[in-house]
Structure formats: C-alpha cells, structure tokens
C-alpha cells in the first residue's frame, strides 16, 4: 500500500487512515487535521485536528494512521489543467485523470461523483509526483463525510493565532475557505467574529499552521463525502519539513464595511 514518488509538507490536510490505532482522538473517522510538524526521533507527524485535539501519528509501512486530504494549501498545483466539471483552473492539491477520456478533475468533483463513475482514474499527487490507478469509484462502496473547519462552522481561536489577538475570547463563524494573495488556496479561512463583528483572515494550513479550531465537539460542518481508499496514504519517508517565510497577515475590518463595500 504504499504510494511514493511525492513530497508532503507541513500544512497538508490529512484524515485517518488505514492502521489507525488512536480511538476517537480525531473526533471520529471523516473528522480533518493539519500536519505541523514532524518528529524525527521516533519517525512520527504531528497533527493538530480541527477539533482542536492534537496528536503524534505513525507513518510507516504497515502503521499508516493518515492519509492525505488536501494539500492545496501548501500551494501545489498542476499548472495547464483545468478541472472538466467546475472548470478549476489551474486543478490545486491532488489532479484526477481519467484513463478513458483524459479529462481531469479536481478532488472536490472527483469525490462528488463527476464524470463516469465506473471509469478507472490516475490519482497525482503533485506536479512532479508519477500517476497513481485507483479503481472505479463504482467499486468502492464505502463514503464517508469529511467534517471539521468548513463554510458554517462555529471556531475559536487555535493554537497558532497571536496571545495579543482580539478574537482569542471570541466565537467565530467560517464563511469561506480561501487563498490569501493566490497562495496558500484552501489554507485560508474567512471568519465573522460574533463579539466584535470583526470579518478577518486566518490561517488553516497555510505556513504550517492552524490559528482557528471547532468551538464544539459536535461541530457538523461538512465538505461532503470522499472515498477514503482512493486517498494515499502519509509515509514518512516522503515528508518535507520545509515551510515558506511567515508573510501572511489577517486584516481584520468590520462586517458592515464588508457588506456597503
């Protein structure tokens, strides 16, 4: 099982995987987290879930805990594609190609079904990454809801948001996941903060961090469904401690000037 040839770096959105062993500590299988950093001395990755929990995970041969989500917000993206069913263009994160018809797809229309379903597709990684076959999704038979951080959900602020941050005490709305500066694409999250009606930016991968977390255990935002076995799993071997200089900057502005703007 195991899927090589790419580099995974800090900030990948990733969900349980194969071997996972932690009990509930994600918060329930489809529930995302964010890689933040690795441990060389006992081979493991460290992830903060969008719960707010946080944990060391296994990734090698025969005790893969994650798999890889999403990892658009680390800025990889295929460049000259477009995605045949929303027209996504450049496809970020992982591209879908189908053997058929070579027509591509983004992960998010390739997860809802887009296109032929019993066609059998090429999963890539990266840009420089090789193809990878998966079955027909008319063969695979398991979906499960990816919950967490999405558009609805009620956040506070996380582990990587400023001590000096007006929004520590506060509860939040997510009203978009965005970019910042076409970087970082999904790695962003536009919050409303209900006391001081305050509309900002904050960081959800990108730069390797997470400044926002679910308010609530019970937090039901979802993504949609994915197939978990069509996800390649996280191996150690092919993590990259790397991470971009720190340039970003939330710039917070008040919801009524958002909306007569």
Not at 46 to 64: E, L, M, S
Not at 74 to 94: A, V
Not at 180 to 208: D, M, P, S
Request: proline share 3%.
């Amino acid at each position: 099982m195991l899927y090589l040839f790419f580099k995974i770096q800090l900030g990948t959105r990733v969900v349980r995987g194969p071997h996972w062993n932690h009990k509930s500590e994600d918060n329930g299988e489809g529930f995302l987290g964010t890689i933040v950093a690795l441990c060389h001395s006992d081979r493991t990755i460290q992830v903060i879930w969008d719960t707010g929990r946080g944990g060391k995970y296994r990734a090698d041969p025969n005790q893969y805990d994650l798999r890889l989500f999403d990892n658009a917000p680390t800025d990889q993206l295929h460049q000259n594609t477009i995605c045949f069913s929303c027209r996504e263009s450049p496809i970020y994160g992982m591209k879908w190609t189908c053997t058929k018809c070579n027509i591509n797809l983004c992960t998010q229309c390739y997860m809802d079904d887009y296109h032929d379903v019993e066609h059998i597709f090429e999963r890539t990684v990266t840009s420089e990454s090789r193809r990878f076959k998966v079955r027909p999704r008319k063969r695979s038979t398991e979906k499960i809801a990816a919950k967490g951080i999405f558009v609805g959900a009620e956040v506070v602020g996380g582990p990587y948001l400023n001590r000096n941050d007006d929004h520590n005490t506060d509860v939040g709305y997510v009203e978009q996941i965005t970019n910042w500066k076409n970087k970082y694409q999904r790695g962003i999250v536009r919050v409303f903060w209900k006391n001081t009606e305050i509309e900002n930016i904050h960081r959800l991968g990108a730069e390797g961090c997470v400044d926002i977390v679910c308010s609530r255990l019970t937090e039901n935002a979802t993504w949609g469904n994915y197939y978990p076995d069509h996800l390649p799993v996280i191996d150690f071997e092919y993590m990259c401690s790397n991470t971009p200089v720190s340039v970003f900057s939330g710039a917070g502005k008040k919801k009524e000037q958002t909306e007569s703007s």
